[in-house]
């Protein structure tokens, strides 16, 4: 299929040198950008909690604190209830 793009002279111009450098058509770059930029969007929707996995990891430590004090502050009240 055909179509018209416009791209950045900069971009161009970038674009141009590389398929030149690797001795390809221009149309052939383009396509295999477009297609491997696609693939990596289509892994990223798939699994969207990718994203964000091991993120908060830093927080590991707090989160363990702060249940150790829930744990605690739960058993005093139920010692209180029992009596």
């Known amino acids: 299929m055909k179509t018209t793009l416009e791209i950045p002279d900069a971009i161009f111009r970038r674009a141009k040198t590389v398929a030149a450098e690797r001795g390809i058509p ?24 990718m994203k964000t996995f091991g993120k908060l990891r830093h927080l590991h430590k707090e989160t363990a604190r702060i249940n150790r004090i829930m744990e605690e502050e739960f058993d005093q009240v139920e010692t209180e209830d029992q009596q």
């Open 26 to 49: 221009f149309r052939a770059l383009v396509s295999e950008a477009l297609s491997d930029k696609l693939r990596a969007q289509g892994v990223r929707d798939s699994k969207p909690w």
